[in-house]
């Protein structure tokens, strides 16, 4: 098998394994490809995971999915983007297509009630951990405003029911107004050192 095939098989198996063993939605998947992606594999850096991740979120659709295909367009363009689509849907559909045709019986079964009641425990957890690692993301680059923006978000939202678009949208202004106001000195500072080379 060719290099390039190695790596196809590879995006489509890995997202194929998370998808089957992750319960909780996509903010629980996120953490278990950073660390098979970044960790493991090193395909992808922290801070572009960090940046994948924020994507995925700020899109319409399933985190899940979002998520699986921007990592693989980034470590293989358009075919790694379709491999790990079909990796990330393929057992969710064939699971709840499994399930729908005994849902009657399960759905007031005492054990599986026990299940999900510890499996959300579980998913919990894994939630806390994506916070913490993206936090600590934020507190290496020693950067104010972020954290700020961290702060202010959740208290638009948990404590005053801010509508999440409007939060993204003004996020987003924030982050390039930002991100302009940083890059202003570079090209200043680039345009007076070429200046400065003329008689």
Not at 12 to 25: M, N, Q, R
Not at 27 to 51: A, G, S, T
Not at 117 to 146: F, Y
Request: glycine share 10%.
């Amino acid at each position: 098998m060719s290099g390039n095939a190695q790596k196809y098989w590879k995006l489509f198996a890995s997202t194929f394994e998370l998808s089957a063993c992750t319960f909780g939605g996509g903010f629980v998947i996120i953490p278990l490809m950073r660390k098979k992606f970044v960790d493991e594999l090193h395909w992808v850096e922290e801070q572009e995971m960090l940046d994948l991740t924020a994507i995925a979120q700020s899109s319409p659709g399933a985190i899940a999915v979002n998520a699986s295909i921007l990592v693989g367009y980034h470590v293989a363009g358009r075919l790694g983007a379709l491999l790990t689509v079909l990796g990330t849907v393929l057992p969710p559909l064939v699971i709840i297509s499994l399930v729908s045709l005994c849902y009657t019986v399960i759905r007031d079964n005492a054990a599986v009630s026990m299940v999900m009641a510890g499996m959300l425990a579980g998913v919990g957890a894994v939630i806390c951990d994506v916070v913490v690692t993206m936090c600590q993301g934020l507190l290496e680059k020693k950067r104010l405003l972020p954290l700020v923006m961290l702060a202010a978000v959740f208290v638009a939202v948990r404590f005053l029911n801010v509508s999440i678009v409007a939060v993204i949208l003004v996020c987003g202004m924030i982050g390039a107004a930002d991100m302009l106001r940083r890059r202003a000195p570079e090209r200043s500072g680039g345009s007076d050192g070429e200046g400065g080379g003329r008689p």
